[in-house]
């Protein structure tokens, strides 16, 4: 669905947002309206306050939340899935507890960091953090204090390498769009995300945690608590804390109205570890597949190439997961139907996380067709400032208007394209520019950002404890990004 043409003025439509913002952030923070409701219910004020045809209203609705949910929904299934495998198997506890024996109780943060900056190359911000979210809750557990202290390292070290590294998809459509070296954006991308998460993020990440406190949620994948979890149905039992040895459970049992009890040992470290490098290196054959195929190495659309590509899509690497963790893990010990009890009680916590996603989807999209963003845009293309900071300000509002990182990136890109085409800049400096753009479309993560109602929802926090916490973080991840873009400015 194309952006229709706007109603009013850049002035008015601008208003429009700014009250649509305030009036949901009323709702969800004073009113306490369910945010799924406050998100339907204002984003159909919104379009039609900003002249949508009232006939064309339903379709502006669906357009973002079918999209966002198209994306979301089978990411944050599959991925809880793996998730509630790990957990009550005892492997996120073989993971974490070979993180911690490596990095040391202190730097347990940094390691879930180190981890994420790792696994974040070729996948998905959601998608990485979804599967990380049972090793972040355990090692949480562990330690105690504030889930914000070892959620945060790993969610902006995914947020950071998704913006900024090729292959993702927004650098690598601004430096195509720009005209930038791929392999040069992909070469300086790295040590500017790394550096960037590490000020912006994780050092920030401790000194909110330590300030801020947020329970440990319960409700994704139980908490164990005096030897047994929490969900009904399934149990960890006895999980060694030092070394992840002897595991039982009741799952199934309780179902069959039976006492069993069965004794297993926690799976192997290279066996969990196996688990979760599966899907990042079936997602891997896409990204390489994609960039050989770019490049004029394998041919365009060969057969081969394309049942391979289609085994990384994400959805499908996830599924894979699923069916390898069911066998490898699941089925230890434990009856098909144990394990798909297992299975029903993970996905029922997700349903309100998913709707709240998808509406905050929708409400994105309905200021995307409203062409505030286009009118935004166009008003900003000849600011008469220097090009590296033009770049930043326009991802910056447009980030801020519509809430896609992914839509500020290559509209800030496609507007200075032509600019930038004719200011003969060095190969340095139009990389710099991908990295400001990158930097802007990170900044500011509020309620028209779905990614804003996945952290809110996954770690348990209300709207304006996330307003404090991630969007805070988010911003400072990106400035931090845009002082290195300046600095690769000056010296290209």
């Known amino acids: 669905m194309e952006a229709i043409d706007p109603a009013y003025g850049t002035a008015t439509l601008l208003l ?179 550096v960037s998460w590490y000020v912006g993020a994780f050092l920030v990440s401790q000194f909110i ?33 030092d070394g992840g040895a002897g595991v039982s459970d009741t799952g199934g049992a309780a179902a069959t109205g039976t006492a069993r009890t069965a004794t297993r040992t926690a799976p192997a470290f290279p066996t969990v570890l196996g688990i979760l490098m599966l899907p990042f290196v079936l997602i891997s054959f896409n990204t390489v597949l994609d960039t050989l195929m770019t490049a004029g190495v394998i041919e365009e659309g060969a057969t ?61 999209g309905v200021l995307r067709l409203s062409g505030i963003g286009d009118a935004l845009s166009g008003s900003l293309s000849n600011l008469g400032i220097s090009l590296i900071l033009q770049a930043f300000i326009i991802a910056t509002l447009l980030r801020v208007a519509q809430g896609s990182a992914t839509v500020a990136l290559t509209t800030t890109a496609g507007l200075l394209s032509a600019a930038v085409a004719a200011a003969n800049l060095s190969s340095i400096q139009l990389t710099a520019l991908v990295m400001a753009i990158a930097a802007g479309a990170t900044v500011l993560s509020h309620v028209n950002d779905s990614g804003f109602w996945l952290v809110s929802r996954f770690f348990g926090m209300d709207v304006k404890t996330t307003l404090k916490t991630w969007t805070v973080m988010e911003t400072t991840l990106g400035l931090s990004a845009f002082v290195l873009a300046l600095g690769l400015w000056a010296i290209g």
């Not at 300030?211 to 060694?240: K, Q, Y």
Request: aromatic share 6%.
């Open 209 to 241: 945690g330590r300030r801020i406190h947020v329970d440990i949620p319960t409700s994704l994948f139980g908490e164990i608590n005096g030897g047994r979890d929490a969900d009904a149905g399934d149990g960890v039992d006895g999980v060694d804390r």
């Open 304 to 364: 081969w190439a394309e049942y391979l590509k289609l085994l990384g899509t994400t959805s499908i690497a996830l599924l894979i997961t699923v069916i390898v963790a069911t066998l490898v893990l699941g089925l230890r010990g434990r009856s098909m139907a144990d394990v798909t009890d297992i299975l029903d009680n993970a996905l029922g916590p997700i349903c309100a996380i998913i709707l709240i996603t998808g509406a905050g989807g929708m409400f994105g």
């Open 16 to 194: 429009i947002a700014a009250g649509a913002v305030a009036l949901l952030l009323f709702l969800i923070i004073k009113v306490k309206l369910h945010a799924f409701l406050a998100l339907v219910l204002v984003s159909l004020l919104t379009a039609l306050a900003a002249g949508i045809p009232v006939a064309d209203v339903p379709s502006a609705l669906s357009y973002g939340f079918s999209n966002t949910l198209g994306s979301v929904a089978l990411l944050v299934g599959f991925g809880v899935m793996i998730g509630r495998l790990l957990e009550i198997t005892g492997g996120a506890q073989v993971l974490a507890d070979t993180l911690i024996g490596r990095f040391g109780e202190k730097r347990a943060p940094l390691a879930l960091g180190v981890a994420a900056l790792l696994f974040g190359f070729p996948i998905f911000f959601d998608a990485g953090l979804v599967v990380f979210l049972p090793i972040i809750m355990t090692v949480a557990r562990r330690f105690g204090g504030s889930i914000l202290l070892y959620a945060f390292p790993a969610a902006g070290a995914f947020a950071a390498m998704h913006a900024l590294v090729p292959p993702h998809p927004g650098p690598v459509a601004a430096a195509e769009l720009l005209g930038a070296n791929i392999g040069l954006t992909l070469v300086i991308g790295v040590p500017v995300a790394i």
